[in-house]
């Protein structure tokens, strides 16, 4: 059987038809275009989950179910997604008009939790019952799977690991709770202490690099200069990194998953991020002695949302 | 079918005879006898199993398996016992052993997982798919259930929700990290905020009744005069219960169970504690306006490890 997966995003909506061993036969997206509300974009991905199935040359009788990955979650005592903050919905029956619409089953979860299955299925952890893939991104995303089955918890909250607390009453966070991971952890973790690294520095290599400007600072600038050995900027990863331990080593005392996948824009800095976490990760470790997570980088980019999310109706 | 249940303690070793349903037909309890080595310790569990099948007046040929709680883990690559503070065992082929001396499959688990299990199948959390049980003891413990089976993880290191950093950086903790959930929610974190109370406040209610020595401060004292409207006490409890709820909420945004289960010392605070956690659990909130984990106090007590062990065995 073949599945189709849907990216929604806050721009475009991408789409693919999917084996079952999650390759993708054909892909096409279009604009989001969320200024038009929900209904208006939920038939738009019809149409085109519709176009690219006849533009493969199957049949729709071929495709066993549809899967969506959404920046947000969907509550399934309602069935209802309750938002989503960059599509500016508010309890949209997503699922239900999909389904009306394709004649399929319809699946949705986190975009996240989605590009956390689809590397189980096609990825770097292929191959393995569990894993927690981490998006460090503009915040921290998770993807838990147990049993090699996206998990989100019994009401569909679970998987939200950005927002477990790791320095409690610490740094405000767009939630509005203080000290969640992904203020420590996220892309936008290492532009702020870039920022309070040119306050302090107005010397530094950084300040040079973006002419004193603090608005001009990425988390790119700082992790290159920190890989070239600007002292400052290897300071800011330093302390980057231990926080990214500090998370996942809670993870591994809660969870022990077989392995951590690294995804997101952080994770472009990849064997410089990948061997700095391998170094600070044990000593954060509870049980030494025993054996624990490994850490990989995410191989699957861009493709990872459309897979993943066709890969939520699979029966494995 | 029927079960055996063996709680290894410090002090003793409690056994009992359970059914399918988590029922004690049985149950009889000797010395652990530390100071012998954990081989004398392992021959009497055994020949205390012997004992209360032939007392029950049931035969061996009934048993189907026997389980163990312990207070450390079993790593699942060795079969070993890696280690057990309480013990002073390294390294012990315990399931091994007793499945060498009884006949029978032997399961082996940490004592607080055990616990976890037995409140879901004879307990407060039976019914429920998915539970988190926390000790609040001299440290924190967590017994996960996903799917009615106890979770461990992939490596059996998991479920160590007392070692969840919730302040970075924050108090030292006994297993050689920092800010560790259980220097801030154990029966411990309470006795050190009373003693801090103390030091600030020497005429306080607290200090009076300990005669200003801090030794004396136990967590019943403090949490009786928070009980009784002592403002000192009703503070140090307050505190208590954000740091708690603090936790409390990263498993909801991690595992997202349908209810917690809160045992040990602490817990017999009883409506005090419960009323409290469920007033402050949703500040700490993610997704508010979506259902989460109930709060309930564990009821199975004392029992809860000799069942739960014997529980580990038993195909739901």
Request: proline share 7%.
């Given at each position: 059987m073949l599945y189709i997966g849907l990216d929604v995003g806050g721009m475009s909506v991408k789409a693919g038809v999917v084996d079952g061993d999650g390759n993708i036969l054909i892909k096409s997206s279009c604009p989001t275009g969320v200024e038009r509300g929900h209904e208006a974009t939920i038939r738009d991905m019809a149409a085109l989950a519709l176009r690219i199935v006849k533009e493969s040359g199957r049949a729709m009788d071929e495709i066993a179910s549809v899967g969506v990955g959404i920046p947000g979650v969907e509550d399934p005592s309602t069935?209802?997604?309750?938002?989503?903050n960059n599509l500016h919905w508010?309890?949209?029956?997503l699922s239900g008009m999909l389904s009306g619409l394709l004649g399929k089953p319809v699946y949705v979860d986190n975009d996240a939790t989605v590009a956390g299955l689809a590397e189980s299925v096609a990825g770097v952890s292929k191959g393995y019952n569990s894993s927690v893939f981490i998006t460090l991104g503009t915040g921290v995303g998770g993807g838990i799977v147990l049993n090699r089955r996206a998990f989100t918890g019994a009401h569909g909250?679970?998987?939200?690991?950005?927002?477990?607390?790791?320095?409690?009453?610490?740094e405000p966070c767009n939630c509005g709770?203080?000290?969640?991971?992904e203020k420590y952890a996220s892309a936008t973790a290492i532009i702020r202490m870039g920022g309070e690294l040119l306050a302090k520095n107005p010397g530094c290599a950084l300040s040079m690099a973006v002419a004193g400007d603090p608005s001009r600072v990425t988390a790119k600038l700082v992790l290159d200069l920190a890989k070239e050995g600007d002292p400052g900027c290897a300071e800011v990863f330093r302390e980057y990194v231990y926080y990214l331990c500090v998370g996942l080593a809670s993870l591994v005392n809660i969870l022990d998953p077989e392995v951590f996948v690294l995804g997101g824009g952080v994770s472009y800095a990849g064997e410089f991020l990948l061997n700095a976490v391998r170094e600070e990760l044990p000593k954060h470790i509870f049980y030494t002695s025993m054996p624990y997570a490994r850490v990989e980088l995410a191989t699957l980019g861009n493709d990872a949302g459309v897979i993943g999310a066709a890969m939520l109706g699979r029966r494995a």
């Open positions: 069935g209802l997604v309750p938002f989503c508010h309890d949209v029956p909250v679970g998987s939200e690991i950005g927002h477990m607390v790791i320095v409690a009453g610490g709770h203080r000290g969640c991971w």
